[in-house]
């Protein structure tokens, strides 16, 4: 746990604008699967094992869906709203799969703000290689909030900080 290690909170609901926009390119390698995988104890055979996948329907390993749904968890904690935000809710869909090695551009905007939830909505899409979808939906994410700064100061007295 990284305690009293600070880290900027990142943009309140009032610092951001619907069509604010945030692009990615992110090349899917073997060591990224490898960590997924042993993280998450997935043994689908469908993302790694190369005779298994070829006996499908996708002829060769795809790339688990949850795995591209997390590059776009930790581009929304990092970058847009950053660090702070919550995802609360994501309806995404999958049209295509996207196999080993292949490059994925993510577009996000913000489509709607909530000033009275603090909530952000984000419009997500990715496409692969040949321009095609492969990722689409919608995000919904609680913004960042700082606590006024009497209300860290009684925290940090309380925590003998």
Do not use: W
């Not at 055979?45 to 790339?63: F, K, R, S």
């Not at 995802?87 to 996000?108: A, D, G, R, T, W």
Request: overall charge negative.
């Amino acid at each position: 746990m990284l305690k009293n290690k600070r880290k900027s909170i990142g943009k309140d609901i009032t610092e951001l604008e619907i069509g604010e926009r945030l692009h990615l390119t992110e090349k899917i390698e073997d060591k990224d699967l490898m960590l997924y995988l042993g993280l998450t104890n997935d043994a689908n055979p469908l993302y790694l094992q190369h005779d298994y996948a070829a006996e499908t329907i996708y002829g060769q390993p795809i790339v688990p869906p949850i795995m591209l749904t997390g590059i776009v968890t930790a581009a929304i904690s990092k970058h847009m709203p950053g660090p702070g935000a919550h995802i609360i809710n994501q309806q995404l869909h999958f049209p295509k799969p996207v196999y080993h090695y292949s490059i994925v551009e993510f577009f996000m905007e913000i489509t709607k703000l909530d000033i009275q939830l603090n909530q952000v909505t984000i419009q997500v899409d990715a496409t692969d290689e040949e321009e095609e979808r492969i990722m689409s939906g919608e995000v919904v994410v609680i913004a960042p909030q700082k606590l006024p700064v009497k209300a860290v100061q009684t925290k940090e007295s309380a925590n003998g900080d």
